[in-house]
């Protein structure tokens, strides 16, 4: 089991990965001092783990349909029913949007109660569980509405992925790969667990020295500007962390365009997104000049075009990218049918990967 501190000035908590730590549940609990709890799980009951005090369990679903303020508010009325006090405790079981959900009605009932999270996903385990960001969807857009909330713990039990799909497993790979380009050293040799722990290691580093978002924070979003562009111009078609991995490839060859890094470094990109079994190309069906004002509407551009980019200080945010250099880069980006991309083998995925995978 590896134990990864995130050190705050007012909080700080560990995040636990391993094979089976959901059961550490019962004695985080003690240790805040909680004399009841309240479990809302997306995952069968049988996967929720005792607590150790009264506990009320309310089911709930996973995915962006849920991750809503109807879904807060009717949460915080099923806390007052069950008499959650500001010194008990609020447990998420489930994906990235139940962590989110959940953790959101944890910092607003009684302006912030505790909240533990018990990531069930690659993605929430490695990415949305950690740094307490929360927030919820309006028609208008997504994450449009939340708070910073940290947790008191997070307890990253592998075993939980153990029933993953395979696409689900990958898009949570599109953000370990990115970790190779903003400090992370190679962790395509390591085995599941130690993957987990390095991502979780380095955003927690990050948080630490940027909690709200005023700067350092931005390298977290390697890959995202095209990223998220992606997703849009698919219709979601591509899920985040696929996309996140074709914007990754593209990072390194705009950093190539703009003489921030060597051809050597530029192929490094392509070849790390590969052996993690993730799409490189843009998908075929999308027009490149279609992206562009996608990646202008993308919530880091400050004045032009802005990518956190490779260089020789490292991945840093730079602002005013000529839109003709990242319009040619588009244009020279690989293309492949979309249907191929969310098809791509697991060619060099470690072990413990492809066996939970097969699952
Ligand atoms: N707060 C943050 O800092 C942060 C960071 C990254 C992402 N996010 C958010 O995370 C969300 C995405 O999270 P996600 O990718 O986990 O999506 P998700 O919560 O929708 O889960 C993905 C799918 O996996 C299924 N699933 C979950 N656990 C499973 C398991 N153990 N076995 C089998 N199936 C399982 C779910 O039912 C769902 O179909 C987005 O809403 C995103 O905005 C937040
Ligand atoms: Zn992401």
């Known amino acids: 089991?590896?134990?990864?501190?995130?050190?705050?000035?007012?909080?700080?908590?560990?995040?636990?990965?391993?094979?089976?730590?959901?059961?550490?549940?019962?004695?985080?609990?003690?240790?805040?001092?909680?004399?009841?709890?309240?479990?809302?799980?997306?995952r069968p009951a049988e996967w929720v783990p005792d607590t150790g005090v009264e506990t009320l369990l309310l089911p709930a679903r996973d995915g962006e349909q849920d991750k809503t303020l109807t879904t807060v508010e009717a949460l915080c009325r099923e806390f007052v029913r069950f008499g959650l006090t500001r010194s008990d405790v609020v447990v998420s079981c489930g994906g990235g949007?139940?962590?989110?959900?959940?953790?959101?009605?944890?910092?607003?009932?009684?302006?912030?109660?505790?909240?533990?999270?018990?990531?069930?996903?690659?993605?929430?385990?490695?990415?949305?569980?950690?740094?307490?960001?929360?927030?919820?969807?309006?028609?208008?857009?997504?994450?449009?509405?939340?708070?910073?909330?940290?947790?008191?713990a997070v307890l990253c039990d592998t075993d939980y992925l153990s029933t993953l799909p395979r696409r689900e497993m990958r898009n949570g790979y599109g953000e370990i790969a990115r970790c190779h380009f903003?400090?992370?050293?190679?962790?395509?040799?390591?085995?599941?667990?130690?993957q987990i722990a390095a991502s979780v290691a380095l955003k927690a580093r990050?948080?630490?020295?940027?909690?709200?978002?005023?700067?350092?924070?931005?390298?977290?979003?390697?890959?995202?500007?095209?990223?998220?562009?992606?997703?849009?111009?698919?219709g979601f078609a591509l899920r985040h962390g696929e996309a996140v991995a074709i914007g990754t490839v593209f990072a390194g060859r705009l950093a190539g365009a703009l003489g921030r890094v060597d051809r050597a470094r530029v192929t490094e990109h392509q070849d790390v997104v590969s052996s993690y079994g993730l799409p490189t190309a843009l998908p075929a069906e999308t027009e490149p000049a279609a992206l562009l004002p996608l990646m202008r509407h993308d919530k880091k551009a400050i004045g032009g075009l802005a990518f956190v980019l490779d260089g020789p200080q490292g991945a840093e945010l730079v602002d005013d990218v000529p839109h003709d250099v990242v319009a040619r880069v588009l244009?020279?980006?690989?293309?492949?049918?979309?249907?191929?991309?969310?098809?791509?083998?697991?060619?060099?995925?470690?072990?413990?990967?492809t066996a939970a995978a097969r699952s």
């Open 97 to 152: 949007t139940t962590t989110d959900v959940v953790g959101l009605a944890a910092a607003l009932y009684h302006r912030g109660v505790a909240v533990v999270h018990l990531p069930t996903t690659l993605l929430a385990q490695v990415d949305a569980a950690v740094g307490g960001k929360t927030a919820v969807n309006l028609p208008a857009g997504k994450n449009l509405v939340g708070a910073y909330w940290q947790p008191s």
């Open 182 to 194: 903003i400090g992370a050293p190679d962790l395509r040799p390591l085995p599941l667990a130690d």
């Open 331 to 353: 244009d020279e980006m690989p293309r492949a049918p979309l249907a191929d991309l969310v098809d791509v083998v697991d060619v060099a995925a470690p072990a413990a990967t």
């Open 1 to 42: 089991m590896a134990s990864v501190p995130l050190r705050l000035r007012d909080h700080s908590y560990d995040v636990l990965i391993g094979p089976g730590v959901r059961t550490s549940l019962a004695e985080v609990v003690g240790r805040l001092g909680a004399a009841r709890a309240v479990v809302v799980s997306a």
């Open 206 to 234: 990050v948080v630490e020295a940027d909690e709200r978002d005023a700067g350092l924070r931005h390298v977290l979003n390697y890959g995202h500007t095209l990223g998220h562009a992606l997703e849009k111009a698919t």
